[in-house]
Structures are given as structure tokens and as C-alpha cells.
């Protein structure tokens, strides 16, 4: 099994979109289907627990929506999440239990797992974060290379193509990513790795790493649940 593969990312219980995910062995694989599973899922939701806005958009009765949030379908908004003043969902997004979408924030073709955080100014695009990852203020995902190809990502020699144009990040559950950080196309960060601030990141960061710069990569030190 490899580092990329999603056993090692992504705790999928944590997530409505869990069945997205089966037969794949990379997470960005469901990036194309997003969209079409939302679809399908949307028919077997509870109507006790979901209201149907129409045009494609279910919102939990729990979830709290601010009034100037603009939200496109097909969107999936589950249980106890907070979409906040100004947050603008462009369509194809799944907001999972208790996450926090905040002011100014754009979400396009994403899955947000239970409890994550993009409270504050961020783009998030052709991505998928893992459960309780969290982006600080203006950290962003930049989903297309500047050149128009594929997106690939290399592990030391190794090249893994993607057959993807747009692919943003996949954050592995509880990611920390640092104020104005720029998650380059095809950026894979593994479980409880912490970003700094102001990075610029690209390729594969392994789990439980400090990532400093891109030549200061450090394994976390970890004392009683803390490091």
C-alpha cells in the first residue's frame, strides 16, 4: 500500500460521501464523480432530516445558513455545518457534519469531511479535506497548473499521473494548514501534518510532519497526545 492511497488519508465513516470512495484506490479518482454522486445521493436523504431548496440543493434541517451565503447545486450540506456570511458555494460540494464554511469563502466540485474548518477567505477547488482538517486565514487550493496539463504527483522518483486538469489538494484527516498558504495543483498532505503559515506546497507531504518549507520537512515529536 502506498502513501497516496486513501486507507492512509482518509477516515471515510466520517463523511456522507463515504460510498464515493468505494473501489478506488486514490482519493483524487472521485474528483471526476463528485458531482453525478451527489446527484444519486440526494434521492435517498431524509426528508425529515433535509430540506429540498430545489435546483439540486438539500440543506439539514441542524445546519445554520447565513442569509447572504450564495449556493449553487448540486450541494449536499449536512448535519450541524455553519455556512457563513458571504460564503459563496459554486456547485458540486458536499458540506460535511459540523464543518465550518466562513466569510468570503468560494467552494467548487469539493467534499468537505465531518468537521472541517475553511472559516476565513479561502478558495477551495477540485478537492477533497479529511476529517477535522482545517485551513487558517486565506489558505487556498490552486486547482489548475499554469501550463493546461495534467496534474501528476511525485513521490521521490516515482510520477503518478492523475489524468486530471483540475485537481486542487487532499488533505488527510486532521490537516492544519497556515494563514495565506497556496496549496499547489495536486498537493497530498497525509494525516496531522501541520503547514506554516505563508507556504507555497506542492506534491506529497507525509502524516504527522511540520512542513517549514520545501526543504524543511521535520517528523513531529509526539509527548502524551501532543508534539
Known amino acids: 500500500m502506498t502513501r ?13 460521501a463515504s460510498d464515493i470512495f468505494e473501489g478506488k484506490k486514490y482519493a483524487f479518482d472521485a474528483l471526476p464523480e463528485i458531482k453525478d454522486f451527489i446527484i444519486r445521493l440526494s434521492l435517498t436523504l431524509d426528508a425529515e432530516k433535509f430540506d429540498d431548496l430545489g435546483d439540486g440543493v438539500f440543506i439539514a434541517k441542524t445546519a445554520k445558513v447565513a442569509k447572504s451565503a450564495h449556493i449553487t447545486g448540486p450541494c449536499i450540506i449536512d448535519e450541524d455545518a455553519e455556512i457563513r456570511h458571504c460564503a459563496f458555494i459554486r456547485g458540486s460540494v458536499i458540506v460535511g457534519k459540523g464543518a465550518v464554511v466562513g466569510n468570503s469563502t468560494e467552494l467548487k466540485n ?28 486565506g489558505a487556498i487550493t490552486s ?26 489538494a487532499i488533505l488527510g484527516d486532521n490537516v ?44 513531529k515529536i509526539w509527548r502524551s497526545g501532543t508534539f
Not at 492511497?5 to 477516515?11: G, M, S, T, V
Not at 472541517?116 to 476529517?131: A, K, M, R
Not at 513521490?155 to 486542487?168: D, S
Not at 496531522?192 to 520537512?217: A, W
Open 4 to 16: 497516496l492511497e486513501i486507507a492512509n488519508l482518509l477516515d471515510t465513516q466520517y463523511t456522507i
Open 110 to 137: 469539493v467534499i468537505l469531511f465531518d468537521k472541517v474548518q475553511v472559516p476565513h477567505y479561502n478558495y477551495v477547488g477540485d478537492s477533497i479535506l479529511g476529517y477535522k482538517s482545517h485551513l487558517g486565514a
Open 143 to 168: 486547482n489548475v497548473k499554469s501550463d493546461k496539463t495534467n496534474v501528476s504527483i511525485m513521490i521521490g522518483k516515482e510520477r503518478y499521473n492523475t489524468n486530471l486538469k483540475k485537481f486542487g
Open 176 to 219: 492544519e494548514v497556515g494563514c495565506g498558504t497556496v496549496l499547489n495543483p495536486g498537493t497530498i498532505v497525509g494525516r496531522f501534518t501541520n503547514i506554516y503559515p505563508l507556504s507555497m506546497v506542492r506534491g506529497f507531504v507525509p502524516q504527522d510532519h511540520i512542513y517549514k518549507s520545501r526543504n524543511e520537512i521535520v517528523e
